[in-house]
């Protein structure tokens, strides 16, 4: 199973990145998909989740109604969109796939089972 997370960069508070995930190696359309971040010096984060029909998704009330995640079960693809970025928005994102649809998982990163590299995203003041 490969997750190859893409789209990661510098821009400038305000301004908008969207983030991809390729998946390869799995039955892409059956995992609930989600990220997580972590920025410098702190622990791994929640950022959102969308299972595998799109019918439940979770955000993280710090990216609420800025970011959006949606996937393409077509292209094996999940991504995140993030406008109004914020300084406090850096970290490395890492896209994750789960086995488990029940959204009381969604936030744990226990509870996925195949992670990406991660994408590097820095947003400066």
């Known amino acids: 199973v490969q997750l190859q997370a893409s789209g990661g960069g510098l821009v400038q508070a305000g301004g908008s990145l969207r983030l991809s995930c390729a998946a390869s190696?799995?039955?892409?359309?059956?995992?609930?998909m989600g990220w997580f971040r972590q920025a410098p010096g702190k622990e791994r984060e929640f950022v959102a989740a969308?299972?595998?029909?799109?019918?439940?998704?979770l955000y993280a009330d710090s990216v609420k109604g800025r970011f959006t995640i949606s996937r393409d079960n077509a292209e094996n693809t999940v991504y995140l969109q993030m406008n109004s970025l914020k300084p406090e928005d850096t970290a490395v994102y890492y896209c994750a796939a789960s086995f488990l649809s029940d959204s009381s998982y969604y936030t744990a990163d226990g509870g996925y089972t195949f992670w990406g590299q991660g994408t590097l995203v820095t947003v400066s003041s």
């Open positions: 969308r299972n595998w029909s799109g019918g439940s998704t």
């Open positions: 190696g799995l039955t892409f359309s059956t995992f609930t």
